[in-house]
């Protein structure tokens, strides 16, 4: 069925082509060589990717617990042959539940999450465990990869199943945590194609020549290859996809029909709104403002002022009570304070770090530092709004402060959107581009340990597992606390940058 290739060869020079590495070759040929070849251009793993992987496995030893026996074939990743072998004697012994069941059969390998069945008269399920919240259309491909592999092997298969978390389970109640799916339709489906496609990989393994493919939609489709900044690197920045309002989707097609990748070459005539502003910004150097939007918005806010951002987790396993899978779980909040036009800035903040439910604390420091009157800024507000909401609803208590305080929300976000355009915000109007565009580098977030919400959820994660030395944990602490006060501080200064000019107008 596959080309004929030194097996024996492939594994030592581990070429063995794994699921994992399937998937990445299936994206694009390119990314499959620099993953047998080049691993030297392959980013670091960051603290959010490790979280996801840890997630995921913490979800695949759930799922584990559902069945009463079930033989692990614990080996480590790169073990391939060695987890073949014991998978092996597993099945010849008797064993009718496998958990990591492995294969290698025509240089490909496949790592099953379970191999079941009900007896050794019948063939076996094969179940690929999911920490999503539903079913996706990737996932078939998982299984449909895990299918040839198998029929390689000589494993006789009856069906094929999707586990994945259910988002109608409630915490404390973990019983329906999972849904399980049959595809076996879905992947019987896909097989035919996806078996030539994996015959033009091996071949790609084989000859060990970086192929010659362009850049393309490819590079983000289904997710963000792991080599995009090297493929990238002679891309022109900014580029069309730094507009706003075109998006990937958009981007190509104005590569498609024009041939044109830098803003600058394009002729703004051919476009409306704000697209049309950026290209006239990029062409010119100077900034776009109306100041008298900046006006009308502010003339709205009460003092004194309240400058609010919370962080939140949202484990893929509920562990607090009334929650389901991806709850979203304020741990932290910053709020500076500005009660008058020449009063001295103030501030408040709050980080919970041990494994106990952050929201009664939570709750409990934004009703004690919180006044009764004043507006609070939220850039993207429907984000805080949503947390307050919440946390009134579980916790009585503060449910009257809670309330006011998501009644005086306010936000700056539609004012910098509609009434402001600066080549440095790249077609982006998060606060994490348009606060160092306006105000200065010193609110640039690269300088931080800390550089974006995902990352900080992460690290909250490791800390509240009491992972790391003393002096580590003191120092992520330390950082934690400065990325949240990052964006109020800028929310401070991006009102200070609308009162100035609002003058204007």
Not at 60 to 86: H, M, N, V
Request: aromatic share 10%.
């Amino acid at each position: 069925m596959f080309a004929d290739a030194d097996k024996t060869a492939m594994s030592s020079n581990n070429l063995i082509l794994s699921k994992s590495r399937l998937k990445r070759g299936l994206q694009c040929d390119k990314s499959l060589f620099f993953t047998l070849y080049r691993k030297d251009l392959e980013p670091k793993i960051d603290p959010a990717t490790q979280l996801n992987f840890d997630e995921g496995n913490e979800v695949g030893e759930r799922a584990r617990t559902l069945y009463a026996t079930g033989l692990l074939i614990d080996k480590k990743p790169w073990e391939r042959e060695e987890s073949a072998q014991d998978t092996n004697q597993a099945i010849q012994d008797g064993a009718n539940t496998i958990f990591e069941a492995s294969f290698l059969a025509g240089g490909l390998f496949a790592r099953i999450d379970i191999l079941t069945r009900a007896s050794k008269l019948v063939g076996w399920q094969v179940i690929e465990v999911k920490k999503s919240a539903k079913l996706k259309e990737d996932h078939i491909e998982d299984l449909a990869l895990q299918a040839i592999v198998l029929a390689e092997a000589g494993i006789k298969v009856d069906s094929f199943h999707i586990m994945h978390l259910n988002s109608k389970c409630i915490y404390p109640n973990l019983s329906n945590l999972f849904v399980i799916k049959n595809v076996t339709k879905e992947v019987a489906d896909s097989l035919s194609e996806l078996r030539d496609k994996i015959e033009k990989l091996q071949k790609v393994a084989e000859i060990g020549t970086e192929p010659k493919v362009a850049i393309g939609p490819h590079c983000d489709e289904p997710y963000t290859c792991a080599f995009h900044d090297h493929c990238w690197k002679e891309f022109p920045q900014p580029s069309v996809f730094d507009l706003p309002g075109v998006g990937p989707v958009g981007g190509w097609k104005i590569i498609k029909g024009s041939g044109k990748t830098r803003i600058q070459d394009l002729d703004e005539n051919e476009f409306k709104g704000k697209t049309k502003i950026a290209i006239e910004v990029a062409k010119t150097g100077k900034r776009w403002v109306e100041p008298r939007g900046f006006q009308l918005a502010i003339k709205q806010w009460q003092w004194p002022l309240y400058f609010l951002d919370f962080e939140t987790l949202a484990p893929a396993i509920p562990r607090y009570s009334g929650c389901s899978p991806y709850t979203e779980i304020p741990f932290q909040f910053s709020c500076h304070v500005w009660k008058s036009p020449s009063a001295k800035i103030e501030h408040f903040e709050y980080l919970h770090l041990d494994q106990t439910d952050p929201r009664p604390a939570v709750a409990t420091a934004l009703a004690k530092g919180f006044g009764s009157t004043g507006s609070v800024v939220a850039y993207n507000m429907s984000v805080e709004r949503g947390i307050l909401e919440d946390l009134a609803a579980f916790n009585s208590q503060h449910t009257v402060e809670l309330m006011s305080i998501a009644s005086r929300l306010v936000d700056p976000l539609p004012a910098f959107r509609n009434h402001v355009y600066d080549a440095k915000f790249f077609g982006s109007f998060s606060i994490k581009d348009v606060a160092p565009a306006l105000i200065g580098e010193h609110l640039n977030y690269n300088q931080l340990t800390i550089s974006d919400g995902m990352i900080a959820r992460a690290i909250a994660e490791q800390l509240m597992r009491s992972l790391g030395s003393n002096d580590e944990r003191a120092r992520l602490r330390q950082a934690l606390l400065e990325y949240c006060r990052q964006d109020t501080i800028a929310m401070v200064e991006l009102t200070k940058w609308m009162l100035d000019i609002s003058k204007a107008a």
